[in-house]
């Protein structure tokens, strides 16, 4: 080989890649912390440059469908069970779609909500209390397509899954971000956020309501209002009470939570929250 050769050739290298051009260099197990410190810095950068002052938090879930499409689920699993009536499994799959069906209802509220929010807050160009969503399909869709039926942004915060994983539609393009851990996510989810709105959901929406009090009642944040969208649902599924008579939890801890009906009961709670109250100091975190 000769010297032009051997030049070339140590400049394909990979060890001659410069650090942040090298992807298989950045994932290595060594170099977590850049990757988490990076996964810090990115979003907080585009925030600040594309003016977002707060957020508003609105976590539900991902199988919450508009009523078309809700009722389009039972036609078709009431279908399929009246060709096998004696199939168990096409039996729960009914209850579960008319169940999905009677929670139809949310995905309207929580587009208005994001209508209701981004009209009053982004206005003279400003961004206060930006709705921010897991940015998946359901209630976080809805709560989305909200803010864009007015004009107005929103934040989509994916995460990478090992099944697929994408967007919405309805989130502002300069603000859609995909992370790789969890951790970083929930920083930017509360750093800030001036409420959490939580309609009914799953594991994910568990998650992220219950980080939000945990924070709250050990003062690592400042208090906001914490949200819990269709009383009905919050307390068959969680018995509050119960963690106060275990001793778990202090009586005044239920005071941290809040019941809404309406998008605008919600958008009440929060203006009544704020009106006679400092404004927190944001972003929170450090």
């Not at 609105?58 to 078709?76: C, D, K, M, Q, S």
């Not at 279908?79 to 096998?84: C, E, I, T, V």
Request: proline share 5%.
């Amino acid at each position: 080989m000769d010297r032009a050769s051997r030049i070339e050739a140590l400049k394909h290298a990979r060890s001659y890649r410069q650090a942040h051009l090298d992807p298989e260099f950045l994932g290595r197990v060594e170099l977590r912390p850049v990757r988490l410190q990076l996964e810090l810095m990115k979003p907080d950068l585009i925030m600040h440059e594309q003016g977002v002052e707060s957020t508003i938090v609105v976590f539900g879930g991902t199988r919450i469908l508009e009523r078309a499409e809700a009722e389009r689920r039972v036609e078709a699993a009431t279908a399929a069970l009246a060709r096998n009536p004696a199939d168990a499994n096409l039996q729960r799959a009914l209850r579960i779609a008319q169940n999905v069906l009677k929670k139809s209802n949310y995905y309207e509220e929580a587009r208005e909500f994001g209508r209701i929010v981004s009209s009053i807050c982004q206005i003279d160009h400003r961004c206060d209390y930006v709705v921010v969503t897991g940015g998946g399909p359901g209630i976080m869709e809805a709560a989305n397509r909200g803010a864009m039926d007015v004009g107005a942004k929103s934040m989509g915060l994916n995460i990478t899954l090992p099944f697929e994983q994408e967007p919405n539609a309805f989130i502002t393009p300069e603000l859609c971000f995909e992370f790789k851990y969890f951790a970083m996510r929930k920083m930017h989810f509360l750093m800030r956020a001036k409420a959490m709105v939580a309609f009914p959901g799953g594991f994910g929406t568990m998650d992220e309501l219950f980080e939000t009090l945990t924070l709250i009642q050990t003062k690592k944040m400042d208090r906001i209002p914490v949200i819990l969208f269709g009383r009905d649902y919050w307390s068959r599924l969680v018995d509050w009470d119960m963690f106060v008579e275990e001793g778990a939890i202090s009586p005044d801890d239920l005071d941290l939570i809040d019941y809404a009906e309406t998008a605008q009961e919600a958008w009440r709670i929060i203006d009544d929250f704020y009106r006679d109250r400092p404004q927190p100091k944001l972003p929170r975190g450090a």
